[in-house]
Nanobody
């Protein structure tokens, strides 16, 4: 069974930074589309940052210039570095991976394109 495990969430002051990691068991993330999503209370999950199988990245407009997604291939981990955090970044953050097939730059932020999800990690900015 595929398991994605997020870590690195927590509470941080406005302007601070957090680094979220997504680790996969029984799933090789290399060359696979992986995205970070967040859900605010009462809302659907929204794509925040994603990396396609060929390394192309895409970001939500709200986080461009502040968040950076990257792969650590040696550790089979996808990381999102979040800087200059704002109160509106407060949410539960989820990692997701696609079973197979690549996605366009526009598709990588679509939650419906992903098959596997982690349990989430809370980020609170105040």
């Amino acid at each position: 069974q595929v398991q994605l495990v997020e870590s690195g969430g927590g509470s941080v002051q406005v302007g601070g930074s957090l680094r979220l990691s997504c680790e996969a068991s029984t799933l090789d993330l290399a060359g696979r589309c992986v995205g970070w999503f967040r859900r605010l209370p009462g809302q659907e999950r929204e794509g925040v940052a994603a990396i396609a199988g060929d390394g192309r990245t895409n970001y939500a407009d709200s986080v461009k210039g502040r968040f950076t997604i990257s792969r650590d291939g040696a550790k089979n981990i996808i990381v999102v570095q979040m800087d200059s955090l704002k109160p509106e970044d407060t949410a539960m953050y989820y990692c997701a991976a696609r079973r197979h097939g690549n996605l366009t730059t526009g598709q990588v932020l679509d939650r419906l394109m992903y098959n596997f999800w982690g349990q989430g990690t809370q980020v609170t900015v105040s």
